[in-house]
Nanobody
Framework: QLRLVESGGGLAQPGGSLRLSCTTS????????IAWFRQAPGKDREGVLC????????NTRHSVRGRFTIARDNAKNMVFLQMNNLKPEDTAVYFC?????????????????WGQGIQVTVSS
């Protein structure tokens, strides 16, 4: 089964930063829209950001605008989620996902391939 791999999670203080990475050794991400989702305890999974295959289009959840950005390096087969000014409510398991899709959605349905998720905890 094709799967993505996330890295870079951990513990951050409120106001701090973390950068998550997403990659895979099983296929090339160039043709795929990549999105980040998160799921907090007791809550539904929600879309956070996505980036088109050529990196020209992004879509960002309102609650993280101005704090989170997404970027991709197709040469390295990686996508990054830069999270700044973290808040306790950003605490969640973060997942990256890939889809061959004409637009850049931050809903789960179009995404075929997922990572196992990585924990991000924001706490003092």
């Amino acid at each position: 089964q094709l799967r993505l791999v996330e890295s870079g999670g951990g513990l951050a203080q409120p106001g701090g930063s973390l950068r998550l990475s997403c990659t895979t050794s099983q296929f090339t991400l160039d043709d795929y829209v990549i999105a980040w989702f998160r799921q907090a305890p007791g809550k539904d999974r929600e879309g956070v950001l996505c980036i088109s295959s050529n990196g020209e289009t992004t879509n960002t959840r309102h609650s993280v605008r101005g704090r989170f950005t997404i970027a991709r390096d197709n040469a390295k087969n990686m996508v990054f989620l830069q999270m700044n000014n973290l808040k306790p409510e950003d605490t969640a398991v973060y997942f990256c996902a890939a889809a061959k899709y004409p637009t850049c959605p931050i809903v789960a349905d179009p995404y075929d391939y997922w990572g196992q998720g990585i924990q991000v905890t924001v706490s003092s």
